[in-house]
Structures are given as structure tokens and as C-alpha cells.
């Protein structure tokens, strides 16, 4: 180590890891230079073929699944499925609840602004210009939902629990979590807003847009400690603005599309991003809130998140939650956040 470098610059000297802000930098890092490495050699080469999108969405997942594997065991010391991904009959619940909460997040809005008049159909069943509809589509959903793995696994798990376990050394872990999510939605944001350059929707409208959805990803990881919320959401709010409600117009002539609309109101309102969306999405925090409440029984901070694993001890459940020890219960006690009326 370099000279005048203290040791706990780099180490968590209570428990021995690297310090949380490298637990989430190295893996980031790692992630993006492995992505764009196989954008640069296999992507791009292939950008005309229908396959272009489908082999660079399984190039991303090999990499952060790997990466987040490798991180997992040598940096964070703890399982992947401690991140949130308990394959068990629970779980894929929570995955068809957040897939379905998506599509009535979207539908909604798009209903409102056909039948106000301010957008009218252009097309139903629209296939791609490098083939049919439904085998374009099937091969969207696939690429969508290895999106959806990944970029959940780097900006939820990743961050918001490593973010909350070292902030929770100096903070409450309530307020260690919230901040966590805070910073890993913004980040979110600020990384697909460049996304919608050229669209006719102002940039700050665009922003507040991509920032309510990654809150709303965030809030379902940090009310259950479990990726099954997010992953199902994020794969049908994309699906929905890419291929089932899209409001691009003549500009997605070339995609498959369910339906294609052309907005003919104000685009500031009824287009993507406008306040339509924006509301609606606003709607999909009180129906999360909603299951998360019927289906959990509580709505709290989870107790598996501001923890580190040594903390936890006891037996695991899939989310990565131990039980029958006493920090637990001082988590749930202090640590957790409670809402009024919640069991």
C-alpha cells in the first residue's frame, strides 16, 4: 500500500471487507468496460441482423452475472441470492404481480390519451422491417427481461445494498437504505435519459420521468428486500414503451409493434415521457404499496437491507433475511422504517 494510505481507506476494519463505495464502484466499472468490450467486438459488427439485440442483451447479462457473481463471493462475502433472487413459488409471485402492475401502469395512460384525442392509431400488429411480428416480439421480451436482470441486479442489488451497509456504520439503517435508494435511482436516471435524445419532450420532463421509475424499481426492492418486484416491472415497462403501446408514430414503422400510435395532442402530455406516463407512473406506487401491504402484511423497510451478512447469522430465506437472531431483531426493531398500521 502507498505510503501516508491508511488501510481503512480501502477496508472496513469491522468486518474486513473493502468499504462499501468500492464494493459498488469495482463492479460498476467492471460491468461497464465488459459491456462495451462486447458492444465494440460482437454488437455493433452485427447491427443490421435481427439478432443484433438479442446477442448483445445475453452478451450484458454473461457479463454482470459474472462480475456480480465473482464481486459477490470475494468482495461483498456473501451469496447471490442474498442480493434478492429466490427462485421459490413466493417469489415468482412477486415477478407476476410487478409484470402485471407494469402493463396496467402503461395501458392506463395510453388509455386516457386516446380516448381524450390527443393520440390515434396508426397501425395494430405492426411487424419489423427484418421480419414478422411475433417471433420479433418473442425475441424482444427474451432481450427485455436479460435487461431487466441486469440492470436490476447492478443498480438495485448492488448498490442499495452495499450503499445502505456502509452508511448504516455512522446512520440509522432506515435512513441508511432510503439514501441508498436515493443515490442508485439517480444514477439510474441520469444513465437512460440520454436515451431520449431528440425526443420532443424537454430533457427535465425526461428526467423526472426515468427518475419516478427508478424510485418505483427501488421501492419495491427496499419494501421486500427481494429483485422479484423490480425485475417483473422493469421487463413490461419496457416492453410496454417498445412494443405494445408505442407513441413514436412513423419513427417505429420499422419495429414490431402491438400498437403504434401517432400522438396528435400536446407531446409534452400524451407523448413519451409526458405527463400522462408521468402520472400513471405515480399511480404504480399506490398499487405496489397496495400488494406489497395484502401480499406481505407489513409495509417496512426489509431487515435484510443496511446489514452486513456477518450481522445477519441464523438461517437464510432467499431474500437473503435471517432469522432467530438478535440483531435481526434489532433491525426490525430500530433499524427498519414502519408505517402506521402496518403488522
Not at 6 to 21: E, V
Not at 227 to 246: E, M, R, S
Not at 280 to 299: F, I, Q, S
Not at 322 to 331: C, L
Amino acid at each position: 500500500m502507498a505510503p501516508g494510505i491508511p488501510r481503512t481507506s480501502f477496508r472496513d476494519p469491522a468486518d474486513g471487507r473493502l468499504r462499501s463505495g468500492w464494493r459498488i464502484a469495482i463492479p460498476f466499472v467492471a460491468v461497464m468496460a465488459g459491456i462495451t468490450a462486447g458492444d465494440l467486438l460482437l454488437t455493433m459488427p452485427m447491427q443490421d441482423s435481427p439478432w443484433a439485440y438479442p446477442i448483445g442483451a445475453a452478451i450484458r447479462l454473461l457479463v454482470v452475472v459474472g462480475v456480480v457473481a465473482t464481486t459477490a463471493r470475494l468482495l461483498d462475502r456473501r451469496r447471490v441470492r442474498d442480493y434478492g433472487l429466490a427462485a421459490d413459488r413466493r417469489w415468482w409471485t412477486d415477478v407476476a404481480a410487478g409484470a402485471l402492475l407494469g402493463l396496467v401502469v402503461f395501458a392506463s395512460s395510453t388509455a386516457v390519451a386516446y380516448l381524450a384525442g390527443w393520440i390515434e392509431v396508426q397501425e395494430v400488429f405492426s411487424p419489423a422491417a427484418t421480419g414478422g411480428l411475433w417471433p420479433i416480439v418473442a425475441l424482444a421480451t427474451l432481450r427485455l427481461a436479460t435487461v431487466s436482470l441486469w440492470e436490476e441486479l447492478l443498480f438495485r442489488a448492488v448498490m442499495i445494498k452495499n450503499g445502505a451497509e456502509g452508511l448504516a456504520r455512522r446512520w440509522p439503517a432506515a435512513r441508511a437504505v432510503v439514501v441508498a435508494a436515493v443515490v442508485s435511482t439517480v444514477v439510474f436516471a441520469v444513465i437512460h435519459v440520454p436515451q431520449n435524445l431528440g425526443v420532443e419532450i424537454p430533457m427535465s420532463q425526461m428526467m423526472a420521468m426515468w427518475l419516478l421509475v427508478g424510485g418505483l424499481l427501488a421501492l419495491g426492492y427496499v419494501l421486500t428486500g427481494s429483485l422479484a418486484l423490480p425485475l417483473g416491472l422493469h421487463l413490461t415497462i419496457n416492453l410496454a414503451l417498445q412494443h405494445l403501446f408505442v407513441l413514436w408514430g412513423e419513427r417505429a414503422a420499422d419495429m414490431a409493434t402491438i400498437l403504434r400510435f401517432e400522438v396528435t395532442g400536446p407531446h409534452a402530455v400524451a407523448g413519451t415521457g409526458g405527463l400522462l406516463q408521468l402520472a400513471a407512473v405515480g399511480l404504480g406506487y399506490g398499487l405496489l404499496l397496495g400488494w406489497v401491504r395484502w401480499r406481505h402484511g407489513e409495509l417496512r423497510i426489509h431487515p435484510s437491507l443496511g446489514r452486513p451478512p456477518e450481522a445477519r447469522g441464523g438461517s437464510r430465506t432467499g431474500d437473503g433475511t435471517a432469522r432467530g437472531t438478535t440483531e435481526v431483531r434489532d433491525a426490525v426493531g430500530a433499524g427498519a422504517c414502519g408505517v402506521p398500521g402496518a403488522r
